[in-house]
Structure formats: structure tokens, C-alpha cells
């Protein structure tokens, strides 16, 4: 079990890591970066953080926050390909500490209490929580649109020959207009970071995810798009090409944040 030093040295089990950063953040907890940021306390710092979650000796949860971008990247693909890393953030690069954990977690360091909150103390913050993803709602709504991002493939197909898409220029779905309209309106005003996030897809494409005020959108640049709404609970809205969706895609795509 790896592990690191918190900020009042206390030994922390590592359990996992994720990026908190413009191009990379838990989509779950907002729908753009300074939003998460804010979440959590923190200043939203173009370079980004590294939020480490473990226990201490007593069970306890702990959210580690580094500025080492770079040493939380490197840990996170050497865990994805298997292998083994010992994540331990300098002590300098360290912004503290914070009780609780923001994202559930399925698994507990072997050899000490289960999990629980830390005992409060005097001035402390209010212990992190994960945000109910149970009922439909914003949290829900962006995992959602994280999941068919992950599987476009099997989405994809259940489209694939439907001719009973939504256009851009539909009149017969008020909240996908609305989406199309405040997506647009990103091209004109840039949003803030995070609320246009591109990653790699098959071939030369990209995979854009746009959040907004109640409302995500998943697209491929060579494709359609898939629109949630949190006033339509579990619904997913196929938004086919014609002949608006491809430039509006395009113009997204290069005022994106992208993974480094």
C-alpha cells in the first residue's frame, strides 16, 4: 500500500488519486473547474492539483491536496497499466489536508478502522462528501454524459440508421435548442475552463465534453452529439450533423481545454 505524509505528518494510506485540473477534474463535482475548485476550498490555479484520498492510522478519511500535477499523473497511468507506485507528494508541494473524501470510494486500507470522518476540531472545515449520484440530478446527469463518453461505440449503435434525431435547427425540443444556443454563445464569450473539455478519439477526431447550466453534451467532431438535461431525468438526446452541428463542434474544439 503506498503511502504519503500529511500535512501535519500523520502517515496517510493511499487508496486512489485523481487530477484536479482546467482539462481534467471529477466531472461529478461540477460542471467546470473553478466550480469544483470552489467545492473544495481551493483557488482555481491554471496549473492545477493532484487530490490524493486515503486514511490515516485510525480509519479515518483524508483528502491530500498537492500541487505535483506531474508526480499525481505519473502515479495514476502507472496504477492504470497495473503497476505498482509509491505516491508520496513533498511536503513543499502539499496545500493541505482536508477531512473527508469528495468522490466515494468502494475500497479501505487493509489493517486499520473502516472509514469514518475524522473527530472535528476546533476550526476545521465540514468533512468532504461525495454528492448524491443516486437521484437524478446535476451529479447524475454528468456521469451520465461521462459514461457515453466512455462508451460511445455501444451508444453510437443504437442510433446508428435512426433518422429521429434532433437537429439544430429543430423546433420540436425546447431544451435541445436551448443547449445548441448557450453552446453557441460559448464560441462567442468563452466559458469558464472546464466547461469545454477535448480528448483523444478514434482517428483524428476529438471528444467533446460541454457542460452548462443543467445540461451536459457529449460529441464527437466526426459525429453527432448527445445532450442531458436535469429537467428530463435519464433521457439522452441524439443531436444528428446537418448542416449546423459540424462548425459548431469545430469552433468548440479549438477553444477547449486539453489534457497536457
Not at 31 to 47: I, N
Not at 211 to 240: N, Q
Amino acid at each position: 500500500m503506498p503511502t504519503t505524509e500529511s500535512a501535519d505528518n500523520d502517515q496517510l494510506f493511499v487508496l486512489t488519486a485523481v487530477l484536479l485540473t482546467p482539462a481534467q477534474f471529477p466531472s461529478v463535482l461540477g460542471d467546470d473547474y473553478p466550480e469544483v475548485c470552489a467545492g473544495l476550498g481551493l483557488e482555481p490555479y491554471a496549473e492545477g492539483y493532484g487530490l490524493v484520498l486515503g486514511q490515516d492510522g485510525d480509519g479515518a478519511r483524508w483528502t491530500v491536496v498537492t500541487e505535483d500535477v506531474t508526480l499525481v499523473a505519473c502515479a495514476i497511468a502507472a496504477w492504470d497499466c497495473g503497476m505498482e507506485y509509491d505516491l508520496s507528494p513533498g511536503e513543499h508541494s502539499i496545500v493541505g489536508a482536508l477531512p473527508g473524501w469528495p468522490l466515494a470510494l468502494a475500497v479501505a486500507a487493509p489493517g486499520v478502522p473502516q472509514p469514518h470522518d475524522p473527530e472535528p476540531q476546533e476550526g476545521d472545515p465540514a468533512p468532504l462528501t461525495p454528492p448524491d449520484a443516486e437521484a437524478w440530478g446535476p451529479a447524475q446527469r454528468r456521469l451520465g454524459a461521462d459514461e457515453i463518453a466512455m462508451q460511445w461505440a455501444a451508444w453510437r449503435e443504437q442510433v446508428d440508421g435512426d433518422d429521429s434525431f434532433a437537429e439544430p435547427g429543430d423546433e420540436t425540443h425546447q431544451g435541445v435548442r436551448r443547449v445548441l444556443a448557450q453552446a453557441r454563445g460559448y464560441v462567442a464569450e468563452p466559458p469558464p475552463p472546464g466547461r469545454v473539455r477535448s480528448s483523444f478519439a478514434a482517428g483524428e477526431a476529438r471528444t467533446l465534453r460541454v457542460d452548462g447550466p443543467g445540461w451536459s453534451m457529449v460529441a464527437r467532431t466526426d459525429d453527432i452529439a448527445f445532450v442531458l438535461l436535469d429537467e428530463e431525468p435519464g433521457e439522452v438526446h441524439p443531436v444528428g450533423r446537418g448542416p449546423e452541428l459540424p462548425g459548431l463542434l469545430s469552433s468548440l474544439d479549438e477553444l477547449a481545454v486539453r489534457p497536457v
